[in-house]
């Protein structure tokens, strides 16, 4: 049997996650959504791909949580969306209600899953399937690093045309305006960006990448990312389900790690079928840590609307 992994929320980012998840034929997949006949059909259609690209995942969608039951992983996309002019934090209170009822239904069929949250404002969303699902805070992991950290490598890669795959990069702190590239830590084979890009252009990158989100929501007028927060989050089932023990960036509550407690934030976490096993501490420059303690306010300032 393969390890099952249940999406809910069968929307943009839940489908095409399955999506990149079916195509490596390493886990069977269950899609639950509140429409009626979404997670069905997205499941059945990406079910008949199947033969055409060559995979074997047994995919099934639906309403009920029954089909979720004994997953190794469970990945929470279930939301709304942000719209153009608003911010990811507008959305709090709708989606709290959400994450927390979704939290709880996953958890009484799959109490041993590891979470791994998507809905924004995805700090708060973390913290609160945390709560109400009462597991371990390595088990509750939410997905922003690897897309800010994608987004960083990608425009890094452009600017210098080189590669994505020779950008290392990290950004971490609070999934939102305040969150924290690593300029120390990016580098080219190994060359710090800060001697290959002049620093007027760098912080114009940086500035983009606070921005990523809303350049594509202003793009597309309805809905946001999903390419790419798909590409994300299958990054971290896989590490998880498949016991890669990767390191990567991801939401865990802190506890002490870079001298901040009782606050989820972005941190590059090694990743297995446990889920976190590890947090490992980057030396940052004296502004970075200062950017970091002034990210966690603005998490704390979110997550205190918490019900
Ligand atoms: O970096 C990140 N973490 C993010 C977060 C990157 C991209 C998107 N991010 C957030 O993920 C976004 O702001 C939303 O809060 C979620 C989902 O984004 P998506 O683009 O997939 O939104 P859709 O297409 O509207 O899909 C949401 C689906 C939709 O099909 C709803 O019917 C379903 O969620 N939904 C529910 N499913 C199950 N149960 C309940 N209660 C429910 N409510 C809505």
Not at 4 to 12: E, F, L, T, W
Not at 105 to 117: D, E, F, K
Not at 146 to 155: G, V
Not at 245 to 257: D, H
Request: charged fraction near 20%; charge should be negative.
């Amino acid at each position: 049997m393969r390890p099952k992994v249940s999406i809910v929320g069968a929307g943009n980012v839940g489908a095409t996650t399955a999506q990149r998840l079916a195509e490596m034929d390493l886990f069977d997949l269950a899609l639950v959504d509140v429409v009626d006949g979404l997670a069905a059909g997205k499941a059945l259609d990406l079910a008949e791909a199947g033969p055409v690209r060559g995979y074997d995942t047994k995919l099934v969608g639906g309403t009920d949580y029954g089909i979720t039951e004994g997953s190794s992983v469970v990945v929470i996309t279930s939301g709304l969306a942000r719209k153009p002019g608003m911010s990811r934090d507008d959305l709090i209170t709708a989606n709290a209600r959400i994450v927390g009822e979704v939290t709880s239904q996953v958890m009484q069929r799959s109490p041993q899953a590891i979470l791994v949250i998507v809905t924004n404002p995805l700090d708060a969303m973390t913290e609160l399937a945390l709560r109400v699902s009462g597991r371990d805070r390595f088990q509750v992991i939410g997905m922003a690093g690897i897309l800010d950290t994608a987004r960083f490598r990608s425009f890094v890669a452009s600017e210098l045309d080189v590669s994505v795959r020779s950008v290392e990069a990290y950004v971490l702190g609070g999934h939102g305006d305040s969150m924290v590239p690593l300029r120390g830590v990016t580098s080219v084979a190994g060359v710090p960006v800060g001697r290959l890009i002049p620093s007027d252009r760098l912080e114009a990158i940086v500035q983009r990448t606070r921005d990523g989100g809303a350049e594509v929501v202003k793009l597309l007028k309805t809905g946001s990312a999903f390419y790419a927060p798909s590409a994300a989050a299958a990054q971290m089932v896989e590490a998880i389900a498949a016991n890669r023990r990767q390191v990567l960036p991801c939401a865990i509550r802190l506890e002490g790690e870079y001298g901040l407690s009782g606050v989820v934030m972005g941190v590059p976490v090694k990743l297995g079928s446990s889920g976190v096993t590890e947090v490992v501490e980057v030396a940052l420059t004296e502004e970075e840590s200062a950017e970091m303690e002034r990210s966690a306010q603005a998490v704390r300032e979110v997550t205190a609307v918490l019900p």
